[in-house]
């Protein structure tokens, strides 16, 4: 199993940018996926949620800027994110809990896409 991030790059402050996620592989389910960030000098901090069912939980520095939201028949999860501000600057990265189907019955991993650029200049 895969993920592959893609979106980043640099935007203006109160500007927009939308990253998307994608599962490839051996995938039999997806249950809550996730977006974090990671800041230069800080530890990795989780940005938005969604579970498999739709239900969303959001950062409080993200609340009312940025979307998260899922497209269970592709596999994905995207984050839109607007009025973007410069301590937005950070890596981005998704992650998901997927399901596999192997001989031993279903194996449940916890997987991470390889991280997206984004700065904000001010």
């Known amino acids: 199993v895969q993920l592959q991030a893609s979106g980043g790059g640099l935007v203006q402050a109160g500007g927009s940018l939308r990253l998307s996620c994608a599962a490839s592989g051996n995938i039999f389910s997806i249950n809550a996926m996730n977006w974090y960030r990671q800041a230069p000098g800080k530890l990795r901090e989780l940005v938005a949620t969604?579970?498999?069912?739709?239900?969303?939980n959001y950062a409080e520095s993200v609340k009312g800027r940025f979307t998260i939201s899922r497209d269970n028949a592709k596999n994905a999860v995207y984050l839109q994110m607007n009025s973007l501000k410069p301590e937005d600057t950070a890596v981005f990265y998704c992650n998901a809990a997927i399901s596999s189907l192997t001989r031993a019955g279903l194996r449940r991993d916890d997987y991470w896409g390889q991280g997206t650029l984004v700065t904000v200049s001010s």
């Open positions: 969604i579970t498999s069912n739709g239900i969303t």
